[in-house]
């Protein structure tokens, strides 16, 4: 990994950002929680694939994690001594309901008032987010979400859970990173339910959007004054080449990847384009449907961590899938330990492209952040020199996005914590506050310091 020191830096102040911009961290439910039989909570698809040999790279699981579930008013001061006005979390659907009929689950709403009124106490805006991949393995024993009735269960879930917290929180993203929901987990099988199939991969990302479009206006109903978005996982798509071929790759990937889900949430339908690769694989629509999927919203979330460079793939190839590309990884290009190229500019450009394109009022960057192997000296500390750069160059990104006139009112470094990295287990690191996962001991990282610095105002470059 090499970093560019000598990058210019324009001054960062925070006041600059607005004087209503939200600091946040983002956190979800299943990477930090723990607490897995706690309180009638029951089987997640996360669980039965954590279960299945081969499935985590160092064959963890999600029973333990941070152990957040108990220790969540200590994680919450932490937040607060950072400096943050926001905190972003999900609710795990399976402490809510079952997924196999019956009613919600007391505990459960308990546990996140609790969490909620304990963010409130802080000074920390409540972002919740209903479903951040932890379906009820119930739900998924009947088909999952390449059944239609899920995405009623899932309306229903949204229901309650903003009946019961919709006093306290106003700002709720339905699903965080649809792509990875229907694509990691049953496309490529690195997510669960762990499927490997095109036409199933498009149905569950068919009715994950739907759902999100008929929650919608039942959490605005529940609401006072709601602000209700999703979280998308996007990244600028470039080409391995100057190749006439390559450019043509990039817009078939970037139809799969960014335009299949910006194109119906802004009432545009499918793109054709992508529907025409996609042939017979593609998604049953019912009549209707798409007008739900475009039910205005409040703001979009952005979850931003790197371009993919892209290569045209020779239809005859036998390598060729439907979408006929090849994801390049050029060797020159600064990487986290995780591997992922580091371009804080791709983060400025897909904050004007989707202002420019498609006009979604406010923006979040509702994630962004890096892995990297840190080292605990002796004494403890953690010099996490290279996220700490990584932090300050994204910032600055989104403040040039600002500059040029897009409406980004908020950032939420991904991730308050160290915690569970799905199928990398507890090998990745992605908080800007340690976790030993043996001792359950948190330390501000140097990159966490550094926020807590900038946020107080003290730490302007
Ligand atoms: O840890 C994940 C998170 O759950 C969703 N967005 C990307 C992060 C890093 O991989």
Redesign the pocket.
């Known amino acids: 990994m090499t970093i560019q020191k000598n990058a210019p830096h324009q001054p960062l102040a925070r006041a600059s950002f607005g004087d209503d911009f939200l600091w946040g961290c983002?956190t979800?439910a299943f990477?930090i929680e723990g607490a897995g039989s706690t309180d009638g909570r029951v089987a997640s698809i996360w669980d039965t694939f954590c279960a299945t040999p081969g499935k985590i790279r160092d064959g963890s699981d999600g029973q333990v994690a941070c152990d957040h579930y108990h220790r969540w008013p200590e994680d919450l001061d932490i937040g607060q001594s950072l400096g943050l006005n926001a905190y972003r979390f999900s609710i795990a659907w399976p402490r809510i309901f079952n997924g196999s009929g019956g009613a919600p689950k007391q505990a459960g709403l308990d546990f996140y008032e609790r969490l909620v009124d304990g963010m409130l106490e802080r000074g920390l805006q409540p972002w919740a987010t209903l479903y951040?991949?932890d379906l009820p393995q119930a739900l998924q024993d009947q088909g999952g979400w390449a059944r239609r009735a899920t995405v009623d269960a899932f309306v229903d879930y949204a229901d309650v859970v903003t009946r019961r917290l919709g006093d306290r929180v106003r700002h709720w993203i339905t699903h965080?990173?649809p792509w990875?929901t229907a694509m990691h987990g049953n496309l490529d099988g690195m997510h669960a339910p762990g499927l490997r199939d095109t036409p199933t991969a498009l149905q569950v990302c068919h009715h994950v959007l739907l759902s999100h479009g008929l929650a919608t206006p039942v959490i605005r109903a529940n609401v006072p004054h709601a602000q209700v978005g999703i979280a998308l996982?996007l990244h600028p798509i470039r080409a391995a080449s100057g190749s006439e071929e390559d450019r043509q790759a990039v817009e078939r990937h970037d139809g799969f990847r960014n335009r299949w889900f910006l194109d119906p949430l802004y009432g545009r339908g499918y793109p054709q384009d992508t529907l025409a690769l996609l042939g017979a694989a593609a998604p049953a629509v019912l009549e209707g449907d798409m007008q739900a999927i475009a039910a205005p919203t409040d703001f979009v979330g952005l979850?931003y961590?790197f371009p993919e460079v892209v290569r045209d793939v020779p239809a005859s190839s036998p390598a060729a899938g439907f979408l006929r590309t090849e994801v390049a990884l050029p060797q020159d290009r600064e990487r986290t330990d995780f591997g992922w190229e580091v371009a804080p500019d791709g983060l400025t450009e897909l904050l004007l492209r989707i202002a420019r394109d498609y006009r979604p009022g406010p923006v979040y960057v509702t994630?962004n952040?890096s892995?990297y192997d840190d080292l605990v000296q002796a004494d403890g500390s953690i010099d996490d020199e290279a996220r700490r750069h990584y932090l300050v160059r994204h910032l600055a990104a989104v403040r040039a996005a600002q500059e040029q006139g897009v409406d980004v009112k908020g950032y939420f470094a991904?991730?308050l914590l160290d915690?569970f990295?799905?199928s990398e287990g507890y090998l990745?690191r992605?908080g800007i506050v340690h976790v030993d996962f043996q001792t359950q001991l948190r330390t501000i990282k140097s990159s966490g310091r550094w926020y807590r610095e900038f946020l107080h105002g003290r730490n302007e470059r």
């Open positions: 983002s979800s990477q951040h991949w965080n990173e990875c996982s979850n961590y994630e952040g892995s991904w991730s915690n990295e799905w990745r992605f």
